[in-house]
């Protein structure tokens, strides 16, 4: 059984795909030559998030999705200034609570993305003593499935 993102719409510069899930990432340039992260599910638009001194977030967003019967979860983010990744763990489970660690990838130098597979409902990035949580969105289903 095998998943595929779908790539990003045709622009200049290169799509980097996520393996499994409906979403795919690309790296881009932000207004003022500043990098950028854009994120899409399905084919659409789904965040762009910008390297940005103001604000330091390091966890951005994160969704889940089961597709062809396989659930996986999403996060990215922006790396923190010294570049190295943060950890990053999905959770899930209220009566047997459940921590995954998730394999980081970078992104041109500046963000960094984050999939695990199985049924997760949070999302929790680690780096410097700090720690930043959010819960999953779920994926939007696909246009014409419901």
Do not use: I, N, Q
């Not at 393996?19 to 690309?26: D, E, F, K, L, Q």
């Not at 089961?66 to 922006?78: D, E, K, N, Q, S």
């Not at 500046?110 to 999953?136: K, Q």
């Amino acid at each position: 059984m095998t998943t595929s993102a779908k790539a990003a719409p045709e622009r200049p510069g290169p799509a980097l795909l996520v393996p499994a899930g409906p979403w795919s990432v690309r790296a881009a340039g932000g207004r003022r030559g500043r990098a950028a992260l854009e994120v899409y599910e399905h084919g659409e638009l789904l965040d762009v998030v910008v390297l940005s001194r103001l604000s330091p977030a390091l966890l951005c967003g994160a969704r889940r999705s089961v597709t062809a019967g396989r659930a996986v979860g999403l996060a990215w983010g922006r790396l923190p200034a010294d570049g190295r990744p943060p950890l990053v763990e999905f959770t899930g489970g209220r009566l047997r609570p459940l921590r995954c660690p998730a394999r980081v990838v970078t992104v041109s130098g500046a963000f960094w993305t984050a999939r695990a597979e199985g049924r997760f409902s949070g999302v929790e990035a680690v780096r410097g003593g700090s720690a930043e949580r959010l819960r999953l969105g779920r994926a939007r289903p696909v246009a014409g499935s419901w």
